[in-house]
């Protein structure tokens, strides 16, 4: 038997990507960044049929077809960092954003990805590069269609990351080579110990009424909207894509507290809220790394003594994110970091 040449090793094991031109989704670029993510499996971007026919033999079928291609699989970082928001965001909320250096000077860029309600997002798309020692595979046209926050805040010296996730499509799986010569990048944890939770009753005063020594526990769901569009032509993988409705939910995990205890009273009477999820960072400059989820919506359910922790009760309670006719949004997303591009 003869034995490989090259065995694939995880250590070798990386992921690297390149923003796309917006006027051309899904021709392939050349990586620019190393996205310091977690390993996952290189799904097949194809699903064989095997039809059924009438053969006069012991067998169901003699044929294999495979009638379209689809790449999909989900990013995760399971320690997040402040730099992969952008990217996360662009290619799922809103493209083209532009950031913005705030204050003037300090090295600190506000990116803003409040999704427009009542117009086209533009997101962006990426051409994807991930692999071994063995194989590199690209995906072009990746997009993502569902984003997932999750933090816990350890009690004692244990870890608080905040893991990021990112539910993702592409046109199809295609063996390649690395773009060489990346540099490994300098990143900032965020840290959910730091997270901090308000909950107002109007867009006009979101983020005013800290809801203080509450939170132990946060997930923001948040699906996109964005999807394939498979259309008659020559290709079997997907030809453009679309925009649908956005969708939030939003799960916490606090303290059993008489502040709980108010939101189950608001869940009761089925009153309007709207809530902030922030996570502030150390400084750039004048400026910090931030990360600011606003969600407006209704208590969906508050369930008290859900779960206990050392003898204290903890209270579940999950908002469902509808849209406001006041404010004229359902959703609002800022990410302040020391990069402006993704």
């Known amino acids: 038997m003869t034995d490989p040449t090259t065995y694939g090793e995880r250590p070798f094991a990386k992921i690297q990507y390149g923003k796309e031109v917006k ?9 620019t ?19 059924e026919d009438a053969m006069g033999v012991r067998a169901k079928s003699m044929r294999a077809i495979v009638y379209q291609y689809m790449a999909q699989g989900t990013l995760k970082i399971s320690n997040g960092y402040y730099q992969a928001l952008p990217l996360l965001f662009s290619c799922g909320l809103k493209g083209d954003v532009t950031a913005a250096e705030t204050p003037p000077a300090s090295g600190a860029y506000l990116w803003t990805f409040t999704p427009s309600p009542t117009a086209q997002n533009t997101p962006d798309s990426i051409t994807l590069e991930y692999g071994d020692n063995v194989q590199a595979f690209e995906v072009e046209y990746m997009m993502f269609q569902r984003l997932k926050l999750t933090g816990a805040i350890a009690q004692g010296q ?4 905040v893991s990021l996730e990112a539910e993702f499509f592409g046109r199809q799986l295609s063996t390649s080579t690395f773009t060489g010569a990346l540099s490994l990048p300098t990143v900032q944890e965020i840290n959910a110990k730091n997270a901090r939770f308000y909950r107002d009753t109007t867009w006009a005063g979101v983020g005013g009424t ?20 498979f259309l008659g032509s020559a290709a079997k993988y997907f030809d453009v894509h679309g925009e649908g409705y956005h969708d939030v ?23 309007m809220n709207v809530i902030r ?21 209704f208590w969906e359910s508050v369930t008290p003594m859900a ?18 006719p006041t404010g004229a949004k359902m959703l609002a997303v800022t990410a302040t970091t020391n990069a402006n591009t993704i």
């Open 307 to 324: 779960s206990e922790d050392k003898g204290n009760n903890i209270t579940t309670a999950v908002l469902h994110g509808t849209y406001d």
């Open 23 to 31: 006027t051309t989704h899904g021709t392939a670029v050349a990586a």
């Open 158 to 161: 244990g870890d608080s990351p």
């Open 33 to 51: 960044k190393i996205l310091l993510g977690d390993v996952f499996p290189v799904a097949s971007d194809r699903k064989p049929s095997y039809p």
């Open 249 to 271: 939910k939003v799960t916490l995990d606090l303290e059993g507290t008489d502040l709980a205890e108010a939101i189950r009273l608001v869940h009761a009477s089925q009153t």
């Open 210 to 229: 800290e809801i203080t020594h509450s939170i132990r526990k946060f997930d923001v769901e948040i699906l996109t909207g964005v999807h394939p569009k």
């Open 277 to 297: 999820i922030s996570i502030p960072g150390p400084a750039i400059g004048a400026g910090a790394y931030g990360l600011v989820v606003d969600v407006s919506g």
